[in-house]
């Protein structure tokens, strides 16, 4: 019996017809956010990417980043820009631990950067992955 969802590959050409089928002046000169949710429901896949954004405590993220994103489309970019990079540190801001716990590894700015990690207080050396 078939069944009427769309496998990953079928899902990626449906969103990549849409995006091409849409004027350009709908389109920002390069939609970073639209490629940034393809290329995480890539790697992820499409039920883990519903299950990241529908989670109780990211909803006011999600709320944020999505808003952020249609006031972007819609010519408000200044604005849409703000409210999306507030819906960003709300989503991923549990990642700033690992990410900055990573960036003291780096060969030879490592050491500052752990030197401003510390200072700031972002995270501590034991810090896990958030997921």
Do not use: H
């Not at 089928?21 to 790697?43: K, R, Y």
């Not at 909803?59 to 507030?86: P, Q």
């Amino acid at each position: 019996m078939p069944t009427m969802w769309l496998s990953d590959s079928q899902s990626l050409q449906w969103a990549m017809c849409v995006l091409s089928s849409l004027p350009n002046q709908q389109l920002p000169a390069n939609p970073p956010e639209i490629l940034f949710l393809i290329g995480l429901t890539i790697i992820i896949g499409p039920q883990k990417t519903l299950l990241f954004f529908a989670r109780r405590q990211k909803l006011k993220g999600t709320a944020a980043f999505f808003g952020g994103l249609v006031l972007i489309l819609m010519k408000w970019a200044l604005v849409g820009f703000l409210v999306e990079l507030y819906g960003i540190f709300i989503l991923f801001g549990d990642f700033l631990g690992t990410i900055a716990g990573f960036a003291r590894n780096v060969p030879v700015v490592g050491p500052w950067i752990g030197a401003l990690v510390d200072r700031a207080g972002v995270a501590t050396r034991s810090s896990e992955l958030p997921v």
